[in-house]
C-alpha cells in the first residue's frame, strides 16, 4: 500500500463517564464497570509480532512507519491476515506470574495516585510495556466520583478543541450537580461551550467563581508523546489544559526521549508532573491495532476483518449503536441511509446514548475509522451509511455479537 493513499484520522479522543453522584448510588457500579467493560484486545488479531512493535513503538526508526512494517511484513513472510494470527498465535507469554504480581503491587499504589490527583498534581506513568491497561483501571477503580475524558494519543491526529470543549461540558454537568444537591437551585445558563474559543475555554476550566469543592474532571492521555501531540502546539495546548485548576491529568509515555517535549515551565508550572515509573511489559496491542491493516492485504473479507477489529476496540454502547444502523440498513436498503433524527430516536429509546452530544462522540469514532459515511437525501437531511454489501455487513454483525 502507498503511503500517501493512507489517510489520517480527524479526531483521536473517545469520552467514559463517570458520573457516580449523578445517577445515585447504584450508577457508581455501573461507572465503574465501563472500562473494565471494553474488550480492549483481540487476542487472536491484535497481538502482533514484538520486533515490529519494538521497531515501531520502542526504537522510533527514522524511516517511515509504513516502510519499515513492510519490511517486517516481507522478513517474516507475512501476506495476510489470517497468516498474520497464526504467527502471533504462536507467541507464548512469559513470566506471567511475575508480570502478574508487578501489576498487582502498582494496583495498591492506587489510594496514593488518587491522593497526588487531589493535591493538584498530575500523573505521569513511564516504564517499558503497554500502560493503557492499568491506567483505565485506575480510572474505573478510583475515579468513579469524576467525571473522566480518555485521549487516545497514539492515533495520527487529535482534535484537542473538541477534548476541552468535552471537558468544559462534564465540569459545567458537574458544578450544576453539586449546586442543585447543595442548594437546591440551579446555577446560571452558560453560553454554548462549542461556540467559544479556546481560551475562553480554558479560563473557564481554571475559573476561582466555581465555589465547589474538590470539582474538577480527568484526562487520560495515553501516549501524551505520540504521534498526533508531539508538536510543539499540541504540547502547549495540553500543559495549557494541565495547568487548570479544575483539571486533573493521568497521562503516559513510551519513547524515551518523551521529556524533550517540554521546557522547565511546562514541566514545574504547568503540568507539575508526579512521576510513577510503572513498567508494566505488556505488548502494545491496542497502540497497534492498525498495523495489521497495514501488513495485511485483501477484499470485503479484510474489511469486515478490520472493521472487527476497530469495533471491539469500543465501548459496548458504541457497538450498540452501530449494530442499531447496520440492522436499519439491512432492513431497508433500498434507502440513501439511516436519518440521524432517527438514529438518536432509536438509540435514546433503546438507552443507548443520554444525549444527542453522546450520540455525536460514537458517530465520530466512526467517522475516524471510515466505519460510517454520510449522505444527503433527497429530502436534504443527512443520512448515515456503512460502506459495506449486506453480505458483508452480515458478517460484521455475527462477529460484534
Not at 502478574?100 to 491522593?115: A, D
Not at 502547549?236 to 524533550?260: G, T, Y
Amino acid at each position: 500500500m502507498d503511503v500517501d493513499e493512507i489517510e489520517e484520522e480527524e479526531f483521536g479522543f473517545s469520552r467514559n463517564y463517570f458520573l457516580a453522584k449523578e445517577l445515585g448510588s447504584s450508577s457508581r457500579k455501573k461507572s465503574a464497570r465501563k472500562l473494565s467493560e471494553i474488550d480492549l484486545v483481540d487476542e487472536e488479531v491484535c497481538v502482533l509480532i514484538p520486533i515490529i512493535v519494538q521497531l515501531y513503538i520502542q526504537l522510533e526508526l527514522i524511516a517511515p512507519t509504513v516502510r519499515i512494517l513492510h519490511s517486517c511484513a516481507v522478513v517474516f513472510g507475512i501476506g495476510d491476515l489470517s497468516e498474520l494470527r497464526e504467527v502471533a498465535a504462536s507467541i507464548e507469554p512469559k513470566h506471567e506470574k511475575e508480570v502478574n504480581e508487578l501489576i498487582s503491587s502498582y494496583k495498591s499504589l492506587y489510594s496514593k495516585w488518587l491522593f497526588v490527583l487531589r493535591s493538584g498534581f498530575a500523573l505521569l506513568m513511564y516504564g517499558f510495556g503497554s500502560k493503557k491497561a492499568l491506567i483505565e483501571d485506575f480510572a474505573s477503580k478510583s475515579l468513579t466520583e469524576y467525571s473522566v475524558v480518555v485521549v487516545n494519543g497514539y492515533l495520527q491526529s487529535i482534535n484537542l478543541k473538541q477534548v476541552v470543549i468535552t471537558l468544559a461540558e462534564l465540569l459545567w454537568d458537574q458544578v450544576k450537580l453539586r449546586q442543585k444537591t447543595t442548594s437546591g437551585s440551579l446555577c446560571k445558563s452558560q453560553q454554548p461551550f462549542n461556540t467559544r474559543s479556546m481560551s475562553d475555554l480554558l479560563t473557564f476550566l481554571d475559573s476561582p467563581d466555581l465555589e465547589v469543592e474538590e470539582c474538577f474532571v480527568c484526562i487520560l492521555v495515553h501516549n501524551i508523546d505520540g504521534p498526533g501531540l508531539r508538536d510543539s502546539d499540541s504540547q502547549q495546548c495540553l500543559a495549557s489544559i494541565a495547568a487548570c485548576s479544575h483539571v486533573r491529568m493521568v497521562a503516559s509515555i513510551d519513547h524515551v526521549n518523551a521529556p524533550l517535549l517540554w521546557d522547565k515551565k511546562m514541566v514545574h508550572t504547568q503540568f507539575d508532573w508526579y512521576w510513577c515509573h510503572v513498567p508494566t511489559f505488556a505488548p502494545y496491542k491496542v497502540e497497534s491495532m492498525f498495523f495489521p491493516f497495514i501488513l495485511a492485504h485483501g477484499g470485503s473479507a479484510q474489511s469486515v476483518k478490520t472493521a472487527s477489529i476497530v469495533l471491539q476496540s469500543l465501548t459496548p454502547n458504541a457497538q450498540n449503536v452501530f449494530k442499531v444502523l447496520a440492522e436499519h440498513q439491512l432492513a431497508h436498503p433500498d434507502e440513501e441511509g439511516m436519518p440521524i433524527n432517527n438514529l438518536y430516536s432509536t438509540c435514546r429509546e433503546r438507552f443507548l446514548v443520554s444525549s444527542q452530544v453522546t450520540l455525536n462522540s460514537h458517530l465520530t469514532e466512526f467517522k475516524d475509522h471510515e466505519l460510517i459515511k454520510t449522505k444527503r437525501n433527497s429530502d436534504g437531511q443527512d443520512c448515515l451509511c456503512i460502506p459495506l454489501t449486506n453480505e458483508a455487513l452480515q458478517k460484521l454483525i455475527a462477529e460484534i455479537v
